[in-house]
Structures are given as structure tokens and as C-alpha cells.
């Protein structure tokens, strides 16, 4: 069976776009078990082609690419692979470009990719280094507060990026300016803002310098206070949601 994998490998190659996009679907499929996983991260010049192909003009090849390269990075060992093939953030690039230009599928499943790659610290480092160097946290946070159902996720990434104190220290400057537009979304209908508010909110209180400034604006305690309870008795907040605003 693996010298049949590694046939394959050679087909990733091809210059026609109908073989190489059977091949990502296959590999797609082998990436969704143990055995297919541990065999895609032990070849890094797989591992590089899909990563290449993240950018590629085919919709449906870089979706195949992205979906491969997520199951990876499930694994602690995929997502070390990919900081080391990622050395020149040519696949970072592409991601955030991705989110950037919003392009539905492909804009989901890059920022998928990039909450699991930065769920490990040194995978935040990885991104971050790149989102700072180019300057692209306000444009980042900025798709945020649109409130557009496409970039939900994004509240996960910043829940992750705040692994980091540089990060942490970012959302806390300027007296919590983008910390306290986050503290809205602790009480938004969607999962995923709800979780990556609590994360970036938790991660943000390790900087004991801010906590005495925390602790006296009662508007923080009741914005972190109020998801512990429900409106009414019996009722979980998806069924009975607080009104929330966003101060763009």
C-alpha cells in the first residue's frame, strides 16, 4: 500500500490540472486516517507540493490542498512541519490573502487551517511574526467587527494569537480599546465568537500589570460575569441570547 502512496507522489507533479486534482482528492481522503496522516508528514516534498497548492487558481485544488494540510496540522507533529516549510511564509501569505480577499470556501477553510496551526504557541509565533511585520492585525480585526458570518472564526485566531504577551499588550494599550470591543462577543449567538472572546479574555489576564485597571471598570467584571447566567431560569443562552453591542 505505501509504494503505491509513494507512486502517487510523483502525480502530484503532473502539469495536468485533472490528474493533480485526483491526486488531492485522494490524498485528501488518506489524510482523514492515523495510517494516511503518519505517511503525508513523513514526506516533506508532499507536504511542500500541497502547501503550493493552497495558492492555486483552481478553487477546488487549494480546498483539496487546505482540507489535507488542516487534518495535518491536528497532529503536534503537522503543525511543526508546517513552521519548518513555512520558513519564507509563502503559505501564511496565502491564507491570510485568502481571508483577506474573501473568497467563501477557500476564506473558511484558510482560517480553519490557521486556528489549528495556532492553537500551539510556537504556531502563534509563526503567524503573528508575519501579521505584525506587515501590519495586518486592524485590517484582521476589522473583518471582525463586521459581524459577517464568513470570518466568525476570526475570534478563535485572536483567542489563539493571545497565547502571546506582544498580542495580549495589544488588545490591553490604549485603555482596552480592542479589548473591550471583544468583550462583546462573549454574548454573540455564534459559538465560535463566543469561544475565542472567553480564550482572548482569559490569555489577556495574565498581564498582571492590567489587572487592578480591570477590576475597577465594572462594565469588564459584568461583561465576563454575565455569560456565567441566563436571562431566564431554565434557558441556555442560545435559546434566550443578551442583546450585544459592537463599538466600531
Keep these: 500500500m505505501v509504494s503505491e502512496w509513494e507512486e502517487l507522489i510523483g502525480l502530484i507533479q503532473s502539469e ?3 490528474i493533480v486534482l485526483q491526486t488531492c482528492e485522494y ?4 489524510s482523514g486516517g492515523v495510517e494516511g496522516l503518519n505517511f503525508i508528514l513523513s514526506h516533506d516534498n508532499l507536504y511542500k507540493h500541497l ?3 493552497t495558492a492555486n487558481e483552481s478553487s477546488e485544488i487549494a480546498l483539496l490542498a ?3 494540510i488542516t487534518n495535518c496540522s491536528q497532529n503536534e507533529n503537522g503543525v511543526y512541519l508546517f513552521i519548518s516549510c513555512d520558513k519564507d511564509h509563502f503559505c501564511t501569505r496565502t491564507l491570510l490573502a485568502a481571508i483577506t480577499q ?5 476564506t473558511k477553510a484558510s482560517l480553519l487551517l490557521i486556528e489549528n496551526i495556532s492553537r500551539v504557541p510556537s504556531g502563534a509565533r509563526h503567524f503573528w511574526a508575519f501579521i505584525h511585520k506587515n501590519d495586518l492585525y486592524q485590517e484582521l480585526f476589522s473583518l471582525f467587527l463586521t459581524n459577517n458570518e464568513l470570518y466568525f472564526d476570526l475570534s478563535l485566531v485572536f483567542g489563539n494569537l493571545c497565547q ?3 498580542v495580549r499588550k495589544l488588545f490591553l494599550e490604549d485603555e482596552g480599546k480592542l479589548f473591550h470591543k471583544m468583550l462583546a ?3 454573540h449567538e455564534n459559538a465560535a465568537c463566543r469561544l475565542g ?3 482572548l479574555v482569559k490569555n489577556c489576564c495574565f498581564e498582571k500589570e492590567f489587572h487592578q485597571w480591570m477590576l475597577k471598570d465594572d462594565s469588564i467584571i459584568a461583561c465576563i460575569l454575565l455569560p456565567l447566567g441566563c436571562a431566564d431560569e431554565g434557558k441556555t443562552l442560545e435559546e434566550n441570547p443578551m442583546n450585544f453591542k459592537i463599538n466600531k
Design 102 to 106: 474573501a473568497k467563501n470556501d477557500v
Design 27 to 30: 490524498f485528501c481522503g488518506l
Design 164 to 166: 502571546l504577551s506582544p
Design 51 to 53: 502547501m503550493q497548492f
Design 16 to 18: 495536468n490540472p485533472k
Design 66 to 68: 487546505l482540507k489535507t
Design 197 to 199: 472572546a472567553a480564550n
Design 185 to 187: 462577543f462573549l454574548n
